[in-house]
């Protein structure tokens, strides 16, 4: 055959594979059979079901119009994993071409020798194509060249259903509502929680257009956000109670009054997807029913509201304090100090009291926080411009957001005072008495029965709410995780200060002497090893034995040792590789000890390779990276007179080399 006709028979296999993956097989089988002019050709692959067992499943097959079928019917009836040698098995998965002969065959009776060409996905063995051939007709180099090139076009094609596969099994169990649609506006995605959303089933409204996918929402045809997005419209997007755009994706809230569950309010997260060209492909639309939070804010705003009203209007001063500062002041407290609310400080309320009632009222303000001291009342005086007023005083300790408080709530007596020597004095002061305990309990009560609620309701309800946007699904196990990483984030927050102190921090130089480079891996490791075994990270280390100490402050080394081996681990975890692997070596070269730090996962680009030493430059996402990292660690060490180097490897990773001058000492 020609070189014209290898082209022509490649080009059609190609075609035939981008078409439907059930026809399109077995137009690909046949330009492979008539151009190799044998009778028949199949596709094999093997059907997993369990982690070891398997099946044999025929894709498709090809017979020549005027072939006995028989041969081929034989082949698919008793194809079968037992049916073929465990050493032609072996041979397979070592990707060896195979030729079963007649003598050799088991159950699969046939005229004719069979090729085995294996199709490997992801480094395994996905299947094999099935040629037959008779007695005599092996095929000739330009077959075997034609064969090696259809093999590569197959396992192109098989990698793409794959990725295909994953895609769709990935949109269709998202735990949150997702569709979609391409540039023509026609829905290419609408997932099950969009389904269990709207009681449409996909196979309704996939491939259709003309906004087909707003009238579950909306009762009408109308642009949705998706279609906003690749054509926007100022007048639909003012229909829409919130629509911010920030570059490809749109944030955006709306009212939805056509669901089978009732009218609902859907917070919506819009992005447009692009090929590898930058031309945009699709546009992604997510979404959660926020009725129920918005409910809950306003019912919450209500009760704040009227807590905030029965504080100012209730004629005594109320005020939340701690050690350090003022949490609440009302209107009627700030007025006795003659200032703003936002602007008094502890000093202010010291310098209002009398200096001869100052120190008591601190002494039992720290019997308060000490817990040694019961809710009191008392009385005190205070400065009000040019005059001295006397106040009544209570107070008792309250919690708020997890840290004891005091709870002040002060009423001025100047003028019951000044009646003390006329006959309704008593009755008055009984009547501030009861006015001042029951205005107490009950403020000290809202406080604390909101206040608490207020600040938990806000943490873990954002943490969980932000893990549905992102897909998780909140079993109770999953649930637990998140706790865990509410706690994880208040230590990685108190890190983030630390580091942009340390980083502007002038310390060069100070509390330097000999350290043991292979002490601080090992010091690290102790605290973040059992960390990289539970990521599936393979370690690898490597420290070598008489290695001379360097002059550095172990705190500090230990430090850069940490955000290397974080980044590395961050890299790996978002790599997508089922074999993950980190290696950390120490050797001396050249007078100097070199510490390795490196991994196999995606590495740097080389457009941002001169940019990762810079102050707050970072590639994670908003809220999962400051970019100081890799900057302060390279501060650290040029206090110690070195520097870090940075390579990807043929690993396809990074390696970091981190290298210092030895200091003469053996460790």
């Known amino acids: 055959m020609s070189k014209g006709g290898v082209f022509r028979s490649l080009e059609t296999l190609s075609y035939s594979l981008c078409e439907d993956p059930l026809s399109g097989i077995e137009k690909g089988l046949s330009a492979i059979g008539n151009f190799l002019d044998i009778p028949f050709a199949a596709l094999v692959k093997k ?20 072939a006995d079928r028989s041969n081929l019917c034989l082949l698919l009836e008793f194809l079968r994993p037992d049916a073929i040698p465990d050493t032609c098995w072996e041979k397979l998965n070592e990707g060896k071409w195979i030729i079963l002969k007649q003598n050799e065959q088991q159950d699969i009776g046939s005229n004719y020798h069979k090729l085995l ?6 480094d395994h063995l996905f299947g094999f194509l099935v040629l037959f051939f008779s007695e005599g007709g092996w095929f000739g180099l330009k077959e075997r060249q034609f064969l090696r090139v259809a093999r590569s076009i197959l396992e192109l094609w098989i990698q793409q259903l794959n990725l295909r596969k994953q895609y ?12 979609g649609i391409n540039v023509e506006g026609k829905l290419i995605v609408w997932n099950k929680e969009t389904e269990d959303l709207t009681g449409w089933k996909a196979e309704e409204v996939l491939g259709k257009g003309n906004y087909e996918h707003s009238i579950p929402f909306y009762g009408m045809r109308r642009p949705a956000v998706p279609d906003l997005i690749l054509n926007p419209d100022k007048k639909w997007e003012r229909t829409y109670l919130e629509f911010h755009r920030e570059g490809d994706c749109v944030y955006s809230l709306t009212y939805c009054p056509s669901l089978p569950r009732g009218p609902a309010y859907l917070r919506l997260h819009t992005v447009k997807f692009r090929d590898l060209n930058n031309r945009v492909q699709c546009a992604m639309h997510y979404f959660r029913d926020v009725t129920y939070e918005r409910q809950m804010k306003q019912d919450l705003d209500r009760s704040e509201s009227m807590y905030r009203a029965i504080a100012d209007f209730a004629g005594v001063g109320i005020m939340l304090l701690r050690k350090e500062d003022i949490i609440y002041c009302n209107d009627k407290f700030a007025y006795f100090l003659g200032m703003e609310e936002e602007d008094i ?63 002040f709530i002060v009423d001025d007596i100047t003028e019951q005072k000044e009646l003390a020597e006329k006959a309704r004095i008593n ?26 609620p207020l600040n938990t309701i806000r943490v873990v309800t954002d943490g969980l709410l932000f893990g549905r946007d992102q897909g998780w699904d909140l079993d109770l196990d999953e649930l637990y995780d998140h706790l865990e990483m509410i706690s994880r984030q208040v230590v990685r927050m108190s890190q983030v200060i630390q580091n942009i102190r340390d980083f502007a921090r002038d310390e060069q130089g100070k509390n330097l002497g000999e350290v043991d480079l292979n002490s601080a891996v090992k010091n690290v490791f102790s605290m973040i090893g059992r960390q990289l075994e539970a990521h599936g990270i393979e370690v690898r280390k490597d420290l070598s034995v008489y290695l001379p100490t360097v002059w550095a402050n172990m705190h500090r080394l230990e430090q850069v040792i940490m955000n290397l081996l974080v980044n590395a681990r961050q890299a790996l975890d978002g790599c997508g590789k089922e074999k993950k692997m980190l290696w950390i070596k120490t050797v001396m070269e050249d007078g100097h000890v070199i510490l390795e730090v490196g991994d196999n996962a995606t590495g740097i680009p080389e457009e941002i390779l001169s940019k990762i030493f810079d102050p707050f430059f970072t590639t994670k996402e908003v809220g999962k990276g400051t970019g100081l990292g890799l900057s302060i660690s390279q501060s650290i060490v040029a206090e110690c007179k070195g520097r870090i180097d940075v390579h990807n490897n043929h690993e396809g990773g990074a390696t970091f080399r981190v290298i210092l001058p030895a200091s003469g000492g053996l460790t």
Not at 53 to 60: D, E, P, S, T
Not at 429 to 434: G, S
Request: proline share 6%.
């Open 345 to 407: 400080r502890i000093e202010h309320l010291l310098d209002w009291i009398h200096p001869d009632d100052r120190a008591s009222i601190l002494s039992h303000f720290s019997r308060l926080f000490e817990k040694k001291e019961e809710p009191s009342r008392f009385e005190f005086r205070a400065r009000c411009g040019e005059d001295i007023r006397y106040f009544k005083g209570y107070t008792q300790v309250i919690v708020h957001e997890d840290q004891p408080m005091i709870h």
């Open 47 to 66: 059907l997993y079901e369990d982690s070891d067992k398997f099946n044999l499943h025929v894709l498709g097959s090809w017979a020549k119009p005027n």
């Open 168 to 179: 769709e099994d990935f949109i269709h169990f998202m735990p949150i509502p997702a569709f």
């Open 117 to 122: 060409i294996p199709l490997f996905l992801n």
């Open 427 to 452: 009755e008055l002061r009984l009547y501030h008495e009861d006015r001042l305990t029951s205005l107490g309990i009950m403020a000290a009560g809202i406080a604390h029965e909101l206040n608490q």
